[in-house]
T-cell receptor
Framework: NAGVMQNPRHLVRRRGQEARLRCSPMKGHSHVYWYRQLPEEGLKFMVYLQKENIIDESGMPKERFSAEFPKEGPSILRIQQVVRGDSAAYFC?????????????FGQGTRLTVV | AQSVAQPEDQVNVAEGNPLTVKCTYSVSGNPYLFWYVQYPNRGLQFLLKYITGDNLVKGSYGFEAEFNKSQTSFHLKKPSALVSDSALYFCAVRVSFVSSGTYKYIFGTGTRLKVLA
């Protein structure tokens, strides 16, 4: 059973370009979370999605950032018109259900560098 | 506000000595608490969790954590540290929002553990 798969592992974008980060949850998991980790900082919650629905996007910047989790295919975190401050590691996690004791499993992350 | 605090940015311990990484929480209702470890350039790996029952929880790689309700703490411990334990450790709590029916994991800022040979 493959774990949470994120790609690409490393992504370099010039200022003003778009960044697309992909996350395939573990098999059987329908809950996906995206987190951002800035250098020397902790994990900041961004968005929580279930299939085809955004459940909680309270951590998403109001502009340029969007996320989706379609019925088929991976979850996508999209950052439009990237700026240097977007450089960070973006982690995706998935869990199996609504049981409060369920742990989340993390992918290896995508390291975005904006030049 | 529901939150998790890790008061120490870094903990240094000599190899073979016991280690403790501190975590306190603030939640309404029953806490569901987790510890994760992150090695350089890697994702987070689940170590252990507390849901209910015995206050001492055992996890991966010889780690354990003690839940203390009166002190609202969930400190991570290991009797004898290894150099290979050097990593970034995150405490997390899963919180639910009754009004919206949603829940999410809230993480602490992380504690860097350095085990010295």
């Amino acid at each position: 059973n493959a774990g949470v798969m994120q790609n690409p592992r490393h992504l370099v974008r010039r200022r003003g370009q778009e960044a697309r980060l992909r996350c395939s949850p573990m098999k059987g998991h329908s809950h996906v979370y995206w987190y951002r980790q800035l250098p020397e900082e902790g994990l900041k919650f961004m968005v929580y999605l279930q299939k085809e629905n955004i459940i909680d996007e309270s951590g998403m910047p109001k502009e340029r950032f969007s996320a989706e989790f379609p019925k088929e295919g991976p979850s996508i975190l999209r950052i439009q018109q990237v700026v240097r401050g977007d450089s960070a590691a973006y982690f995706c996690a998935s869990s199996s259900g609504t049981g409060m004791g369920t742990e989340a499993f993390f992918g290896q992350g995508t390291r975005l560098t904006v030049v | 506000a529901q939150s998790v605090a890790q008061p120490e940015d870094q903990v240094n311990v000599a190899e073979g000595n016991p280690l403790t990484v501190k975590c306190t929480y603030s939640v309404s209702g029953n806490p569901y608490l987790f510890w994760y470890v992150q090695y350089p350039n890697r994702g987070l790996q689940f170590l252990l969790k507390y849901i209910t029952g015995d206050n001492l929880v055992k996890g991966s790689y010889g780690f354990e954590a003690e839940f203390n309700k009166s002190q609202t703490s969930f400190h991570l411990k290991k009797p004898s540290a290894l150099v290979s334990d050097s990593a970034l450790y995150f405490c997390a709590v899963r919180v639910s929002f009754v009004s919206s029916g949603t829940y999410k994991y809230i993480f602490g800022t992380g504690t860097r553990l350095k085990v010295l040979a």
